[in-house]
């Protein structure tokens, strides 16, 4: 049946961001009426520790119980196309994604699709090898109808004001899940830690004990400050982490110019 509003529920940051704004909006009308989660290729693509079956059934169930906490219909699809067509999945995820709202288009009039970046960080460069989620609003405008308008939600904001907007729903600090190692959050690997750090700078970590080992955190965050700055040093406007730097810096100014020092 037309009419559905829908999104994705991989339960990271974007994807609670784009929930938790469409859920119960001013516009009731385009409220959410199913959530989806699609494997054609991320799971696969994405992670390397533990076992790609394991993760991909904690994959799904944390979708099915966030589903359940919204009182929403989830809608599961799985494609074998990339282990038919290899392909690098940086470059295609967006294009991938299409195929799976596609796949559905029968029910959707509105598909939110989360975004990765803010326009502040919208870039047609070297379009043919980057991340295609660098002109996704581009991208998903293309590829809306009359029938089926896909949005790119979120772009408003930068990652910050998203941990902002989700760090006091309680479904989001019970189920978020950014690690790109584990099915559970490892703490440790590039998502987590800029996800930790970007916590700590919005002073929320201690909402978010349910999914990190914040104690482990709080006592490595010497070595998380150490991998920020050596971060930033190297690319001083990193959508992740420039704004998590400038207000962790604001509030450790010691220890980050101590490090400075000690790199000069
Ligand atoms: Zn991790």
Redesign the pocket.
Known sequence: MWGGVGTGISCGVDSFYAVLKHFNSVYPSRNLTHLCIFNNGSINSCYGVENIPYIKQKVFERAEAVAKEFNLPLLKLESNFQDVVPQSHLRTHTYMDALAIYSLQKLWRTYYYSSTYSFADFSLQKNFDNDPAHFEPLLWDCFSTSKLKIISSGSEGDRNDKVDFIADNPIAQKYLHV????AT?????P??LRTLLALDAANKLDNFRECFNIDAYLKARNKAFVYLYNTIKKEPDQPFFAKTYKILYERHKNFFDNLSSKNK
């Open positions: 690690c790109l190692k584990k959050n490892c703490g440790w690997c998502k987590c």
